[in-house]
């Protein structure tokens, strides 16, 4: 059963856009979710992250929104810039699980210029 | 500063052969993980370690072992390959357990079963 769902296998963007990723869960004992960028042949490295506690987290380009009554979060990226084409994967943890992250299924999002 | 280092980058085996995939991170990380990633379905967690000797089971953790003497190390052993294990193995470390501080990640070994 995935506890962590990206519905969207891929976006496509124009640069200079908004780029929105979305991310569903259905544990509600998860504390934190990740957002983490990975490109072709390289390991998935940090991108920002928020707490159950709050509802929005803001990293320039880079905001997640977190509706914890729907279990649904999403990051927005703003602008698009070709160098943010890569797949992104939403994670999450409970409280003192940073070690055991339960990743979502990853979207492609390519920014078109 | 390396960070998380994985070695072999690429690896083909035979079914029914044994190997280890080495990790090692260099930033005094208590916690390190074990993840595979498969088409589809993401990165799921097969071993973890919140401390030399100490490690614990994963979602996925059938056909592969592990061990941890010293922080620097966690290898992932396959103790009989199968085709199955066909995957992209990622190794990953962070500094606390608290949910709120990201894991690093290593480049990832691709390891294929004929």
Redesign the interface.
């Known amino acids: 059963d995935q506890q962590?769902k990206?519905n969207s296998?891929s976006l496509s963007v124009q640069e200079g856009r908004i780029s929105i990723l979305n991310c569903d869960y259905t544990n509600s004992m998860f504390?934190?979710f990740?957002w983490?960028k990975k490109y072709p042949?390289?390991?998935?490295?940090?991108l920002i992250?928020i707490?159950s506690i709050k509802d929005k987290n803001e990293d320039g380009r880079f905001t997640v929104f977190l509706n914890k009554s729907a279990k649904h979060l999403s990051l927005h990226i703003v602008p698009s810039q070709p160098g943010d084409s890569a797949v992104y994967?939403c994670?999450a943890?409970?409280?003192?699980?940073?070690?055991?992250?339960?990743?979502?299924?990853?979207t492609r999002l390519t920014i078109n210029p | 500063n390396a960070g998380v280092t994985q070695t072999p980058k690429f690896q083909v085996l035979k079914t029914g052969q044994s190997m280890t995939l080495q990790c090692a991170q260099d930033m005094n990380h208590e916690y390190m993980s074990w993840y595979r990633q498969d088409p589809g379905m993401g990165l799921r967690l097969i071993h973890y370690s919140v401390g030399a000797g100490i490690t614990d089971q994963g979602e996925v953790p059938n056909g592969y072992n592990v061990s941890r003497s010293t922080t620097e190390d966690f290898p992932l052993r396959l103790l009989s390959a199968a085709p199955s294990q066909t995957s992209v193995y990622f190794c990953a470390s962070s500094s606390s357990g608290w949910g709120n501080q990201p894991q690093h990640f290593g480049d990832g070994t691709r390891l294929s079963i004929l």
Do not use: M, W
Request: proline content about 6%.
């Open positions: 962590v990206q296998p504390d934190y990740l983490y042949a390289e390991g998935p490295t940090f992250s707490s994967f994670a943890s409970e409280i003192q699980g940073a070690q055991k992250l339960v990743f979502g299924q990853g």
